[in-house]
């Protein structure tokens, strides 16, 4: 018994011995032989797995991939019936000659990638226009299946399909070329080597045939349903399989490579980056005036990511808060600019008023048509204003029919005696114009007819007009502008240069024909509206 102990000591001290001798270096490579042997042997069952997985990985991107086909497919029938049942009603409520027919089959060619034929029916089925060549089928038109209905032609070479009102009557039909259907379907940068069949019941539409078996290529299928499960899409690809150079790149790197490689990812994924990738989605996803932002909870995030995500809490809530400020601000402006306008109309109807009272009062006629003459000026500022402040809300600009008609009456009713029977028309087109436009030609026209007044009273014609868009002729015709009818010499001074100076503000040249007592001149409008 002692001599077995002895014996067992004797050899571990020739152990210890050996090992002492053995040089730093070789006890690491020892050492670290042994302890990563364990993890060589995963890394080939891991290869093998990897292997399978790779092929999981290829069944399900052929899988993804006739879906992404499947969908493109169905959002372009989707875009196709959205466009005609938009149009349905409009069709059916205007006349045969409306081109709102020919309008919806212009849409219906340019929402989709590729071309098609399509037919449109008013609210009785009967045919109101269809494309160029396209005769819709007849079994498609008397259908009354349901709201609507795909077919496959029997030759397999075009996609039909109806759509059908709640009483059954066809409101339109469309036919996608098998060429078109096979662009539609096709992705840019993926391989072309597949074949694709679209199929219902019986009929078949060979979209794509480029697939070629062999004896080392294994075949991967997939299938989706495609409107409504009505057609059925087939994809068969290759799945090419894992590779001598594959394999040996995936066992031959150092184990110790690998075995940090997957700690650090551990560790830099749990604790960075998942933590970060969903951070970024609530981020997104988040909406100026939301006041939180729906972070996910983490059990072992960094401490700063947390940090970051409170941070953006703060940053939101504060965002939300000055957005309700500036509302707040903006209707403040609004209500403020109202009342601005409705003070300045209401002290300029105060100052006309009076400036009328005085002109009545006078007992001197030229003093009375000094008021006269000035009230009219501030009758022409405040229809500006109160045409500027009726238009404020819909900020279209100031309406220019309504603005020389008013100004026309006001014009009319403070005329002297010596015009009492001048008349003033009016051919007005409905443009808009901005403040600085209107107040302008509200002068122009009030100095205008008040010459006309004082020079013989003769009617007075105002036409705006034109075809050219942003600007529109204005024009003031009456026999007291012609050339030789008499007035007053410093009269037709004053109104010379007034007038050249208001055609200026407006930034165009006053023209005068003195045969026909015609001035006219060119001004900026905002838009037109309807008459």
């Known amino acids: 018994m002692g001599r077995d102990v002895t014996q067992e000591r004797e050899d571990r001290g020739w152990i210890s011995e050996k090992w002492v001798g053995l040089s730093t270096g070789l006890k690491m490579m020892l050492i670290l032989s042994l302890g990563l042997l364990p993890l060589g042997i995963i890394a080939i069952l891991a290869s093998v ?13 052929t899988r993804t991939r006739v879906e992404i086909k499947a969908q493109r497919l169905n959002s372009s029938l989707s875009r196709s019936a959205l466009t005609i049942r938009a149009a349905s009603a409009a069709i059916a409520r205007t006349p045969a000659d409306s081109d709102i027919c020919e309008t919806t089959l212009q849409r219906l060619s340019s929402v989709q990638a590729t071309a098609g034929h399509y037919a449109l029916f008013a609210g009785d089925g009967t045919l109101r226009c269809a494309t ?7 079994e498609l038109v008397d259908s009354k299946g349901g709201r609507t209905n795909v077919q496959i032609s029997r030759d397999g070479e075009a996609l039909r399909f109806a759509l059908y009102d709640n009483r059954g009557m066809v409101e339109g039909i469309g036919e996608l070329s098998r060429e078109g259907l096979s662009q539609i379907t096709y992705i840019p940068g993926t391989s072309p080597a597949f074949n694709l069949l679209l199929s219902q019941g019986n009929r078949r539409m060979v979209l794509r045939n480029l697939y070629k078996d062999g004896p080392f290529v294994q ?27 594959e394999f040996v790149m995936m066992i031959l790197p150092v184990l110790m490579w690998i075995f940090s490689a997957v700690i650090g990812w551990f560790i830099v994924n749990g604790l960075l980056l998942r933590p970060l990738g969903r951070m970024q989605r609530a981020i997104a996803s988040y909406r100026p005036g939301d006041q939180n932002v729906d972070l996910p909870r983490s059990a072992t995030p960094a401490r700063e990511i947390g940090e970051l995500g409170e941070a953006f809490h703060q940053v939101a809530r504060t965002v939300a808060r000055h957005e309700a400020d500036l509302e707040a601000a903006v209707e403040r402006q609004k209500k403020l600019v109202r009342e601005v306008h409705h003070r300045v109309k209401n002290n300029l109807q105060v100052v006309a008023s009076l400036l009328n009272l005085h002109s009545r009062g006078s007992k001197n006629e030229d003093v009375a048509a000094a008021y006269a003459s000035i009230q009219r000026r501030v009758d022409a500022l405040a229809v500006v204003h109160r045409n500027h402040y009726a238009e404020l809300e819909e900020n279209r600009g100031v309406a220019m029919r309504s603005l020389i008609s008013e100004l026309g009456a006001n014009l009319r009713a403070t005329a002297p005696a010596s015009a009492s029977s001048m008349t003033i028309r009016l051919d007005i087109e ?4 901005n403040q600085d436009v209107a107040v302008s030609v509200a002068f122009l026209i009030t100095e205008i ?25 204005l024009s003031l015709q009456s026999d007291s502008l012609k050339a030789g009818v008499p007035c007053d010499e410093m009269l037709t001074d004053r109104f010379t240069r007034i007038v050249t100076g208001l055609s200026r503000q407006l930034r165009s040249t006053i023209e005068h024909d003195e045969e026909k007592g015609l001035y006219s001149l060119d001004v900026a409008v905002v838009n037109k509206g309807e008459r």
């Open 49 to 61: 797995q990897t292997a399978q997985e790779n092929n999981s990985r290829r069944i399900e991107d």
């Open 430 to 433: 409905p443009y808009y114009a």
């Open 132 to 138: 160029p060549g396209f005769v819709p089928p007849p």
């Open 449 to 473: 007819v008040e010459y006309a007044m004082f020079c013989g009273g003769h009617p007075v014609t105002i036409s705006l007009s034109g075809d050219n868009p942003g600007h529109a002729r």
């Open 219 to 245: 075949t991967i299928s997939a299938r989706a349903p495609v409107a409504g499960d009505r057609l059925m899409l087939e994809i068969a690809a290759a799945a090419t399989p894992i590779g001598t150079t």
